[in-house]
């Protein structure tokens, strides 16, 4: 017992100042004015050389959310955001429209090598085995600043470019995907995100094609004040395959930084589609100053027969989370799958999980959560199933898991479960539990330092989640639950 | 009394029995081995008429009466008997009340009345005896918490008492030991009579040394590939299956 | 999900509006002032709709089309139904929202006093939060039952509480409030029937238990109302130290049906079983809502909610189990199971957990679906008729909460309760 206290008091004393991302890079940035209305909207769309249905588009998403309220039904708890407080765009002050890594500002090339993103080629290749290699899009603020291996993809023919240049070189499959998973409409931020969205992903991956390299998104927050909006739109057409990885991360400041992203996915027949996540926004600091309100909107529709979407995600930052990865079964025997660790320390709020739509006949979905809450943390894992009168057959398991270190924390389930199908078959399991003293004494009894005890239990307890990244994710991963867990974890 | 003519079966769009032909009389024991995924267990189930099976050539004719447009409670009401490889659990249901409702529902559909509770408890504790079930065992909800040969003892007790015509013993040895193994052969043993027939389906030629069959016959991908007598079981031991796997693969 | 501005007053709201404008306030051992300031609170929110988190899945503005006025008193029931079991028993009579001393056992053992309930108890009310339907129940309380158990009185009889209607087209409001001592030992039965099986009427109770330090209690809440009827019923229960409280709840009446507990543990190393068998069918719209707060250390509570669901019935379920900040070493399991019987039917369950202490064992689960294939295969393989192997494991299933009330009256009773409601009664072993 002891022991565990000492864990405890070590766990209450992690200074999230750790952050080990948290620096600045010193760039002039081009923004536009604060606040938000028509106009900013018209700049945004400008600045991106947006055709003219492209504006309406965001106008209308703009007009709506002028309507709308903010939703207050989460579990967590902030001041007032001021939307008239914020920049809506914010781009590194150079020529637009990069052709080659070369134009890159050589400030923001050394970013993304200090995150541990090479984006020259040249350096991914050196050492790496071709099947492992990952294309990457770069992200800073509001416009893409790189993206690699794009023309070997096009060789595949997979798409994968920013969002504001497949507005502008693929307009037709913007037209007929953008926003038809989540509508302008859909929910406040998503509406907002609408309006002012300046830059994310494109991919589109042909009928019949496995795209032949991991794709990856690296999303960074640079600038002081701006809402970071970014769309991700990903289509796997009939029989395609893809696997998605995003990562992001912010500097260290004191005030609050908003991320409002959306991302849609569309499976058709027989696709399939892995989106994973490694989130790491600047959670705050140790006394719960600062840090990202992550607001984020995800959807899958499983709209072919035979589809398969599967969301993993390790929730390691961002001060506030309010993100629920969702997969709409449409497509008769379409799968849907749910895998996350969330990891809630220091003034973490979290509020995450997931929705599964049964449509179609046949359809199965597996949500795997695993919840670690430290500190005076907040952990909600919020999730619906629901079956619809004809989803004939449908299968759902849930196991949401939930462990607290500390006693200054919280950890909470709310599932929402809905049945009109008496064919339905959904099961449901939850625990919330610590690390047992008998646990920590077997392992330390063989030998293992409290530390490496607490490291090993919690790795047990998200290994199943692990287990669903790819590769590199997964090392990643692994090292980020122990850095999150500093103190407790070795 | 059993005729099974060239029937076929599948399983989601699987064909799984491909065109067995099988006739057993009064009082004979035939034995059906083949590899795993031969169509062995779909065979068993698809005579006691498991919904799951779609039928689409052939028939099950049974003393005179068409099976197939039979539920499985009627096919049992008409004297057939499955002992099921893997027992179901029914937490809940009291082994007792579960053999007094089966009995009873079997004497009406025959046009018998119901056995009075004290005959039915007089008989239960006999048959039960014989097969080592404990009257413990009969206390606790049907086959739940009940180790491998428990779960097979409690399926033969429940032959003997419901006294069917035909009995399909579904792999009834795997999972026992030697011992077992013997207490669920003498059962069985017991309850051979003239007017009883029998199908043993089998892996292993070890449950034939204990129940000794008249006719054996070897199931290949839904098929009837060779019958013969006992003999041709002590074969089968010797020189597996490969040999007739390979016919039909040529 | 967003918030949403007061749409305008439905039908039942002005009606209920005007039934208090009318109501004689000074009645029914209530203060005016305390009805009147429960129907503004009323009033300022309305009647629950799905927005309200709580009412999400029982949307009673929808549901809730008229609003009966309240039911004149002193009608007397042509027949009094007779005792639930063979058990000794002390009968207590609820008629239209009032209590009728002269209907019920002339005298009380010694330990156990019953009277009507005066202002103070309602005004130090033990629910622990604000909710529409106990604010109307406040506003137009008729009268009810105050018992009290003495500490130390194990009682050999039941108390059984039976609420009838007499009155269609009526609503009956009563208040009632059970004081068991501590050490006592109570089985409480508590009952609400309709006179006229086909009756429409609404009925809004509301019992406030308290439970004395190692006080023993089985409450059995059997609902039994008219197919036409609304019931809407408020629980609150107070544990004691060491008590030991089981709560049963058999839903098989009423049109629409809500049973909202809210429990809390005051003591430690107290234990608590909560649990219930809903049986619908028809378009019955059944709710059962728990909130069950482990507001100090070592409590056990075990929550199981059993349904079955057939024709266009729907049943919801919403659990929390709420784990504060101090309350270690709590141990807390809750499980609910539904088998849908057609397909058309429908379940929503919502089993929360919220945890503040970290030295916990919580647990929730859920399961829905048919009755498993595999299982009627194997009882129709040994000659047992479909519909019977249906009966058979729809017994089977409902029986794991009847058994773990672990009371032989108990089980017993709810036992032929669940095999009449199942046509079943041939199963009795």
């Known amino acids: 017992m002891a022991a565990v206290q000492e864990t405890i008091d070590q766990v209450k004393a992690i200074d999230v100042d750790q952050y080990k991302y948290g620096f600045v890079t010193d760039i002039e940035s081009e923004l536009a004015p604060k606040g938000l209305n028509e106009d900013i909207i018209r700049f945004i769309s400008e600045k991106k050389g947006e055709p003219e249905w492209m504006f309406q588009w965001r106008l209308d998403a703009f007009k709506r959310w002028q309507t709308m309220i903010e939703p207050s039904w989460a579990r967590v708890s902030y001041p007032k955001i001021d939307f008239q407080e914020l920049h809506y765009y914010a781009a590194p002050k150079k020529k637009e429209g990069l052709k080659s890594l070369d134009e890159v500002d050589p400030e923001i090339l050394e970013t993304y090598k200090k995150l541990g993103i090479p984006l020259a080629e040249q350096e991914i290749l050196a050492g790496v085995a071709p099947e492992n290699r990952v294309a990457v899009d770069a992200v800073f603020d509001s416009v893409s600043v790189a993206t690699t291996f794009k023309e070997e993809l096009a060789k595949a023919g997979v798409i994968f470019c920013p969002i504001s240049e497949a507005i502008r070189d693929y307009p037709d499959l913007v037209k007929k995907y953008l926003g038809s998973v989540v509508p302008i409409s859909d929910n406040y931020y998503a509406t907002l995100n609408s309006a002012v969205f300046s830059d994310g992903s494109f991919v589109y991956v042909p009928e019949g ?125 379409s799968v849907g799958e749910f895998y996350s660790i969330a990891i809630s320390n220091g003034h973490q709020q979290i509020d995450s999980g997931t929705k599964m739509i049964h449509l179609g006949k046949n359809t199965s979905s597996r949500i795997i959560s695993k919840g670690i809450s430290a500190g005076v943390s907040e952990n909600t894992y919020r999730g619906q199933v629901s079956a619809h009168r004809k989803a004939t057959n449908a299968r759902n398991f849930t196991q949401c898991d939930s462990l607290l270190i500390g006693d200054k924390c919280g950890a909470h389930t709310v599932p929402y479960i809905e049945s009109k199908n008496a064919t339905a078959v959904f099961e449901h399991e939850a625990t919330t539990s610590k690390i047992s003293d008998d646990q920590m004494f077997y392992c330390q009894a063989r030998g293992l330092d409290e530390e490496e005890a607490v490291a090993l239990i919690v790795n047990g307890f998200v290994r199943d989640v692990i287990q669903q990244l790819p590769m590199e994710f997964a090392v990643e991963a692994q090292k980020l639950i122990g850095i999150s867990l500093e103190g407790s974890v070795g | 009394m059993l005729e099974i003519k060239n029937l076929h079966a599948h399983v989601e769009g699987n064909d799984i029995l491909r065109g067995i032909d099988l006739t057993v009389k009064p009082g004979e024991i035939h034995a059906i081995m083949g590899p795993n995924g031969s169509g062995k267990s779909t065979l068993s189930y698809v005579l006691a008429g498991k919904e799951d099976y779609e039928i689409t050539e052939g028939s099950i004719t049974y003393n005179g009466k068409d099976m197939l447009d039979l539920g499985a409670d009627e096919r049992a009401a008409a004297g057939m008997f499955l002992a099921f490889q893997y027992p179901i659990e029914i937490p809940g249901v009291a082994t007792m009340t579960f053999l007094k409702t089966a009995l009873n529902a079997q004497r009406r559909a025959r046009g018998q009345e119901d056995l009075p509770t004290p005959e039915f408890m007089k008989l239960v504790k006999e048959k039960a005896k014989d097969l080592n079930v404990s009257p413990e065992m009969l206390r606790r909800p049907l086959n739940v918490g009940f180790s491998g040969g428990e779960k097979k003892r409690a399926e033969i007790l429940q032959m003997a008492l419901l006294e069917p015509s035909l009995c399909i013993l579904d792999e009834t040895d795997s999972g026992l030991d030697i011992d077992a193994l013997r207490i669920v052969s003498e059962g069985v043993n017991k309850l051979r009579d003239p007017n009883r027939a029998m199908i043993v389906i089998t892996h292993y030629q070890r449950l034939l040394n204990h129940i000794v069959p008249d006719h054996v016959h070897v199931l290949s991908r839904g098929k009837i590939v060779k019958s013969g007598g006992k003999e041709l079981a002590l074969e089968l031991e010797e020189n597996g299956y490969a040999d007739f796997i390979d016919e039909e693969a040529a | 999900m967003n918030a949403e501005a007061r749409v305008k007053e439905t039908q039942a709201e002005a009606s209920l509006i005007e039934q208090f404008s009318k109501l004689a306030k000074d009645q029914g051992g209530l203060a005016a002032e305390t009805r009147e300031k429960a129907f503004a609170d009323f009033r300022s929110a309305g009647l629950p709709h799905r927005r309200v988190e709580e009412w999400h899945y029982t949307d009673l503005r929808a549901k809730m089309r008229e609003a009966y006025a309240p039911a004149e008193g002193g009608r007397t029931p042509e027949v009094l139904p007779a005792p639930v079991d063979d058990g000794p028993v002390l009968r207590l009579f609820i008629v239209d929202g009032q209590y009728r001393a002269d209907l019920g056992s002339s005298a009380m053992p010694e330990g156990v006093t019953v009277s009507s309930p005066r202002e103070v108890e309602v005004k130090d009310s033990l629910f622990p939060s604000k909710d529409a339907v106990i604010d109307l129940n406040t506003a137009f309380c008729q009268g009810g039952v105050v018992v009290t158990v003495a500490p130390g009185t194990e009682l050999t009889e039941a108390i059984e509480i039976v609420h009838l209607v007499t009155q269609p087209e009526t609503a009956s409001y009563s208040r009632n409030r059970i004081e068991i001592g501590a050490q006592a030992s109570v089985l409480v039965i508590e009952r609400f029937e309709g006179a006229a099986s086909d009756a429409a009427y609404q009925t809004n109770a509301a019992s406030e238990i308290s439970v004395g330090d190692k006080a023993r209690v089985n409450i059995i809440k059997l609902q039994d109302e008219a197919k036409a009827a609304q019931h809407l019923d408020s629980v609150s229960i107070k544990v004691g130290a060491e008590a030991d409280v089981h709560h049963f709840t058999l839903n098989a009446g009423g049109d629409l049906s809500r049973t909202q507990m809210f429990v809390e543990f005051l003591g430690e190393e107290a234990k608590l079983g909560c649990r219930g ?115 058979m494991l729809i017994l089977a299933f409902l029986a794991e909460a009847v058994e773990e009330t672990e009371n032989d009256r108990v089980i017993a009773l709810l036992e032929s309760k669940v095999r009449a409601l199942l046509g079943a009664e041939e199963y009795a072993e």
């Open chain 1, 209 to 333: 094609v496995r795209c032949p390299m991991e794709l990856s998104t690296y999303f960074r927050i640079n600038e002081q004040n701006t809402g970071q909006f970014e769309r991700t739109l990903i289509i796997a057409d009939k029989g395609a395959y893809v696997s998605y990885l995003e990562g992001c991360t912010a500097p260290q400041r004191d005030e609050n930084q908003l991320h409002a992203a959306v991302v849609e996915l569309v499976a058709l027949d027989d696709a399939e589609i892995k989106y994973s996540t490694v989130q790491n926004w600047y959670p705050g600091d140790s006394e719960g100053k600062g840090g990202i309100y992550n607001f984020v909107t995800k959807r899958g529709d499983c709209r072919g027969k035979n589809s398969k979407i599967a969301w993993t995600q390790v929730e390691t930052g961002s001060a506030i989370t309010w993100k629920y990865p969702s997969c709409i079964l449409r497509g008769d025997n």
């Open chain 3, 277 to 391: 068998i809903s049986i619908l069918g028809s378009k019955q719209h059944s709710d059962v809502t728990l909130f069950v707060d482990h507001a100090v250390p070592n409590c056990e509570s075990r929550e199981l909610y059993k349904s079955v669901i057939d024709e266009k019935a729907r049943c919801v379920f919403q659990g929390k189990i709420v784990v504060r900040p101090d309350a270690q070493k709590t141990d807390g399991q809750m499980m609910v199971q539904s088998l849908l019987l057609s397909e058309e039917a429908e379940v929503n369950a919502k089993p929360e957990l919220e945890i503040f202490a970290d030295d916990v064992q919580c647990a929730h689960g859920s399961t829905t679906g048919d009755i498993d294939e595999d299982l009627l295969f194997y009882l129709r393989a040994r000659g047992i008729p479909e519909a019977d192997a249906r009966k």
